[in-house]
């Protein structure tokens, strides 16, 4: 059976890395078909609106879905609900793929790129696991109260079911023993109720659930630190919503530049995924053909391993990736000066 992957480009450097993207999948996943829609700012400029019925209804029938980046100057004085980041979670929510797997992995070739030491960061393998569709992100009550002075406030609600808990720690579970086998649960069980709830349903998993895994917990503050004093120590990070979304973009850094970082969503097995790059929609480089298609090419990896079902293709892809760095290819912001599309002609020229 054919199998079909959604593009949807978004914003600012978004195109640009997802063409490169498409030109690696036609190589290396010849029968691939691809459709494409808009999200973010484009589909605000084109519907109104950063994601449409549509477009949520041909990503569920999809069988993976590779995102771009959304968001830009134009669209930040849109009306809040409205906005290009406003898609980006109704997707996520829509698709239901409440587990985010963020790998911080430090290639060989760019040690030296990272601001750490070398020996800090060589040989860097970590796999993050954010809860994506739940948490604070997206708890009610929430909303401002205003006029009432300096007594006027603004509010969210952290909330997380047993069942939400349970399912993405299962996901982390999962990858730790495909990996070393540790996992690190972090929250704020110190002063947050629902960090204590976390760390109680992640506890009593593992005692049910995690044979042969090491599982230990952190405060997200303390892991924050520790990821920059000896990040190898890492295996797998499990954490909520807001403390992932804040960790990995520190864990990113490690690796050099958040321009290599790639992204997979995921929901209930065969349910399709959300791949997507981490780093943003990069207005400032936006149309310039400067950007670095690693995060994205290194997205759709993660597809054909996570929802493609072609785990050889995706090691193919991995290693040409690595290679390309080996030869001395690289964008401006891993010290380089090839052009986005010379990238991703090393990458082919590798594969
Ligand atoms: C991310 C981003 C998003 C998030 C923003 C753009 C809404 O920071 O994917 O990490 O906070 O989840
Ligand atoms: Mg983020």
Known sequence: MTQT?????????????????????EKI????????????????????????????VNAKASDAVLLGAVGGPKWVDVERN?????????IRKG????????????????????????????????????????GVYFGEPRGIE??????????????YTAGEIK??????????????GEVCSTEKS???????????????????????????????????????RAPKQFDTILAGNLFGDILSDEAAMLTGSIGMLPSASLGAEGAPGLFE???GSAPDIAGQGKANPCAAILSLEMALRWSLGQPEAADRLFAAVGRALDYGARTADLGGSMSTQAMGDAIIAAL
């Open 5 to 25: 992957m959604l593009l949807l480009p978004g914003d600012g450097i978004g195109p640009e890395v997802v063409a490169e993207a498409r030109r690696v999948a």
């Open 29 to 56: 996943a010849p029968d691939l078909q691809f459709t494409e829609g808009l999200i973010g700012g484009a589909s605000i400029d084109a519907h109104g609106q950063p994601l449409t019925v549509d477009t949520l």
């Open 82 to 90: 409205l906005r290009p980041e406003m898609g980006l979670l109704q």
């Open 95 to 134: 698709m239901d793929v409440f587990a985010n797997l963020r790998p911080a992995f430090c290639f060989p070739a760019l040690v030296d790129a990272s601001s750490l030491k070398r020996e800090v960061v060589e040989g860097l393998d970590i796999m993050i696991v954010r809860e994506l569709t739940s």
């Open 146 to 159: 205003r006029g009432i002075g300096d007594k006027s406030f603004g509010y969210e609600t952290s909330r």
């Open 167 to 180: 399912r993405v720690a299962r996901v982390a579970f999962d990858i730790a023993r495909g990996r070393r």
């Open 190 to 228: 110190n002063v947050m109720e629902s960090g204590l709830f976390w760390r109680e349903i992640v506890t009593d998993l593992h005692a049910a659930e995690g044979d042969g895994l090491v599982l230990r917990h952190l405060y997200s503050d303390a892991c924050a630190m520790e990821l920059v």
């Open 277 to 279: 790059p981490v780093h």
